[in-house]
């Protein structure tokens, strides 16, 4: 018997309120040849025995490890993956269906070398004001970049793990994710794919619904949690971010100060999406969200959330 071209890899912590959704988006796939890999990765929420019934409707390699986190959860799934090609997704993620064949595709024209997608969120599925703000977020991020196929700069380069395929020679010359990291670990690997020659490639195009709404607490201890992780990623790889001033923390101006003292406060925190803020017009809304939490990200992290 033949082996897959694809081999689709999901790591899952906990994930049996989820993980079926992705597992339903990837049989509605039009692309049929990949095997299905799913990690459950020490959980003890019953997501095994979950998948365990699942294999009578749907062909997948179920592994079940000690938890070791997604970097060693992936890992996993592409030391035992038969395909040219490794399709890592999140378990909250719902490719649309010509997602796997667009990803083949990309492949069987650029060998040895890897694609990110994109991960938005589902305006049908989270029609609230948090959602909507979500996505105002995800908009304003992708006015920046191309929308079609393109070649990420050095001064963009990043993996996210949540929806993204690689070569397997690729993957295992680059020795795969980095288990000493338990955060950015795919940001780690990208930047040591573009220090090696590899060109990282990115389509807006291919979607992935990311289902995963945030409070705006969550978005804040999410973000802090980032920028110390990448401390602690230029702390251990110095070389590796010394050109990589995009990513740094972005304070506010002096000027400005006064401004996030007053609006990045727990109390303003917790009126996002409520009343007074939920009142405002959308124009003003979401910039004054933004505002909110990048100032308790970036200019008071030490306030509690």
């Not at 049996?16 to 988006?25: N, S």
């Not at 000493?180 to 690997?189: C, K």
Request: charged share 25%.
């Amino acid at each position: 018997m033949a082996s897959p071209y694809l081999s689709v890899i999901v790591p899952s912590y906990n994930g049996a309120h989820r993980i079926l959704h992705t597992l339903e988006a990837l049989r509605a796939q039009a692309y049929a040849d990949y095997e299905l890999i799913v990690v459950v990765d020490g959980s003890t929420d019953g997501t095994q025995e979950l998948l365990a019934a699942r294999r009578e409707v749907q062909p997948l390699q179920l592994l079940t490890p000690p938890n070791g986190g997604r970097a060693a959860a992936r890992n996993r799934g592409a030391a035992v993956a038969k395909g040219e090609v490794l399709f890592f997704l999140d378990d909250d993620m719902r490719p649309l269906p010509d997602v796997l064949e667009r990803h083949a595709a990309f492949h069987h024209h650029h060998p040895h070398t890897c694609l990110i997608g994109a991960q938005l969120t589902d305006p049908e599925k989270y029609p609230s004001d948090l959602g909507r703000f979500q996505q105002y977020v995800e908009a304003g991020y992708l006015a920046t970049v191309p929308k079609t196929l393109h070649c990420m700069p050095a001064t963009q380069d990043y993996i996210t793990a949540a929806h993204f395929s690689i070569a397997r020679r690729l993957f295992e010359e680059m020795g795969g994710f980095d288990e000493a990291l338990t955060d950015l670990e795919d940001f780690d690997l990208a930047l040591r794919l573009h220090d090696s020659g590899h060109p990282i490639w990115r389509d807006e195009s291919i979607i992935a619904w990311h289902d995963n709404i945030h409070t705006p607490a969550q978005m804040v201890r999410r973000q802090r949690e980032y920028f110390n992780a990448l401390d602690r990623l230029h702390a251990l790889k110095p070389d590796l971010l010394r050109r990589r001033h995009a990513y740094a923390r972005q304070l506010a101006s002096t000027r400005r100060k006064w401004l996030f003292f007053v609006i990045a406060t727990p109390f303003w925190l917790r009126r996002i999406g409520r009343w007074p803020l939920a009142w405002l017009p959308k124009k003003l809304r979401y910039p004054l969200y933004s505002r909110i939490i990048f100032g308790l990200v970036n200019y008071f992290p030490h306030r509690k959330v």
